[in-house]
């Protein structure tokens, strides 16, 4: 449910939350990551102390899937955000701190590396003027073409949090965004428990405050979970490579074979039919562009 370092808070099939511990180092085959234990991960734990209550973690089971982003703090490694996830949630807006679409679409390659289904949430409608109103109607047409379901609310609008609940019934939901996009204040309303802190956004740098400091899940039903992240200032990409990186934009998977090249990049080969579709406007400029840069940002990791 919960990691602040060297222990974790876990909940039992009998519904007891335990403080506990690792017993030992754990290391996942195949993957450098900072953290072993993420929020979410099914484990097995064995009662360490009965007079504190504590618990020694002794297992983590396979994960069905996970997010991770690269660590900000050791090179060529990367951190889950967290693990078992039925759909990812990401926190917008269009006014400050305003999230661009280069950052949308990272966070949605993300989830299609692992299958996980995304729904955008566009928070602070209340704040927008008209041709801002137009332009976020413009943006989600532009995804919800492409297949993602998208949201447009306030935070403190009781109908609008309603809707949003509907979309978390019954699923494990994570959800994400930069400092100051109204995450926790969202989160607060979804349900009374949760209470986290929120700050006011810095006017003078028009960027959040981190009121998150680590990844933390919230029971609001019995089936229903969702784990609030700590806001991200950039999602680096892990262990995308160029080949699989344009199966994850739904718009290009949909050309599958009608390229003239079988391994075609869509960046200079003749006979392109991503290009081709860029340049008749079916296939939205912005998204291709953020592509190509995506796939710069791997070449240069290379």
Not at 21 to 47: C, H, M, S, W, Y
Not at 130 to 143: H, K, N, R
Not at 275 to 295: T, W
């Amino acid at each position: 449910m919960k990691s602040t370092g060297s222990w974790y808070s876990v909940l039992t099939d009998d519904g007891q939350i335990y403080p506990a511990r690792l017993r030992g180092k754990f290391k996942i085959r195949g993957l450098k990551v900072t953290n072993p234990v993420a929020v979410g991960d099914q484990v097995v734990v064995k009662e360490e102390n009965d007079e504190e209550n504590t618990a020694v973690i002794t297992e983590i089971l396979s994960r069905e899937n996970y997010i991770i982003r690269k660590s900000t703090r050791k090179a060529h490694h990367g951190h889950i955000l967290a693990a078992n996830i039925d759909q990812a949630v990401l926190i917008a807006t269009l006014v400050f701190p305003r999230t661009s679409l280069g950052f949308i679409d990272r966070f949605l390659v993300s989830a299609e590396s692992f299958r996980i289904p995304a729904l955008l949430v566009f928070n602070k409608f209340d704040l927008l003027d008209e041709d801002q109103q137009e332009l976020q109607a413009a943006i989600m047409d532009l995804y919800e073409q492409v297949g993602y379901s998208c949201l447009s609310i306030s935070a403190l609008n009781t109908a609008d949090i309603d809707l949003l609940r509907k979309h978390l019934n019954g699923k494990v939901s994570l959800f994400s965004g930069h400092s100051g996009v109204g995450k926790s204040t969202i989160l607060n309303q979804v349900h009374p428990s949760i209470q986290q802190k929120t700050s006011e956004v810095s006017t003078f740098a028009n960027k959040g405050v981190h009121t998150t400091t680590y990844a933390e899940m919230f029971q609001i039903e019995d089936e229903t979970f969702v784990i609030d992240t700590p806001g991200i200032k950039e999602l680096g990409l892990m262990d995308i490579n160029e080949g699989e990186l344009r199966d994850y934009f739904p718009e290009m998977r949909a050309l599958l074979g009608e390229c003239k090249f079988y391994d075609c990049t869509h960046v200079h080969e003749p006979g392109c039919a991503v290009r081709e579709a860029v340049n008749a406007n079916e296939i939205d400029e912005s998204r291709y562009y953020n592509y190509l840069s995506m796939l710069e940002d791997e070449d240069s990791h290379r």
